[in-house]
């Protein structure tokens, strides 16, 4: 083959358009990573705490409900709930289905809303019952 | 490769396919979503329905069998599946096969020393005194 031919590429990969599909794959990836690596840290964290009794589980319970550490819970929240919406969709679109344009965008917009309603409710019920 | 006639399309998936590897990964990974589905919405829900979260409602609800057994399946899902999501990212973004490999391995090694954190501190609730 002559590389140095001045071959045409295929425009579609020059060409194109930021969507909410892209959106919500790279998210599903980024939120991804920081519930592996944040989320589960705070969960082993969290279990360390419990299991080191009521002075260390104190400790862990001051830090959590610091502004600092209520940015990272909200965060972590947010980052399961967008996990958890765009998970489902992927296992369906796993199966051939929901890939028709406007299918595939109503229901990666509906990821986006659904994880921010289900972060304030997750807050307001936790908030709410005086936890 | 041949495989022969008689290779069904899912042993043709499972690692077999023209890049090598990977079928089965994804079979995985997608089989551990579907646990997590529910264990997580069990975690959540749990701690919601908690009286409050206070270090003696929690030493006694994940002492209990109901609370340290699927915490005890939790962890274990929530780390492999966390594992087989950076495995998949570094796949994708490390293109050198030794530093790729070196790569698995230390994520590995950091899910199983991560789990077994989790693991014991939930041994030591379970296992422990109970709660002054």
Do not use: C
């Not at chain 1, 140095?4 to 939120?31: C, D, F, N, Q, Y």
């Not at chain 2, 409050?52 to 929690?58: E, K, N, P, R």
Request: charged fraction near 10%; glycine fraction near 12%.
């Amino acid at each position: 083959m002559n590389s140095t031919a001045e071959r045409p590429l295929s425009p579609h990969l020059t060409i194109w358009k930021w969507g909410p599909g892209m959106t919500v794959s790279i998210l599903h990836r980024l939120t991804g990573g920081a519930l592996t690596v944040a989320g589960l840290a705070v969960l082993a964290w969290w279990l360390t705490a419990v299991a080191g009794g009521e002075a260390s589980y104190g400790e862990f319970a001051k830090l959590a409900q610091s502004p600092a550490g209520m940015i990272v819970l909200v965060g972590l929240t947010w980052a399961f709930w967008q996990h958890f919406f765009s998970g489902l969709r992927h296992l369906v679109l796993d199966t051939g289905a929901g890939f028709e344009l406007k299918v595939n965008r109503f229901w990666a917009i509906m990821t986006l809303v659904g994880s921010l309603l289900a972060t304030a409710i997750t807050w307001y019920l936790l908030v709410g019952v005086g936890k | 490769m041949s495989q022969g006639e008689s290779a069904t399309p899912l042993g043709k998936v499972r690692g077999l396919g023209s890049a090598h590897r990977g079928g089965g990964h994804w079979l995985e990974e997608r089989f551990t979503s579907v646990v997590l589905v529910v264990l997580s919405l069990w975690l959540l829900f749990s701690l919601l329905m908690l009286p409050d979260l206070s270090f003696g409602i929690l030493k006694e609800w994940l002492s209990s069998a109901w609370g340290a057994i699927p915490m005890t399946l939790f962890v274990v899902t929530a780390f492999k599946h966390g594992l087989d999501g950076l495995k998949v990212v570094v796949d994708d973004y490390v293109h050198d096969e030794g530093n790729r490999i070196a790569l698995h391995y230390l994520l590995t090694m950091a899910a199983i020393a991560g789990g077994s954190v989790a693991l014991f501190a939930l041994a030591k609730i379970v296992f422990g005194p109970a709660a002054a």
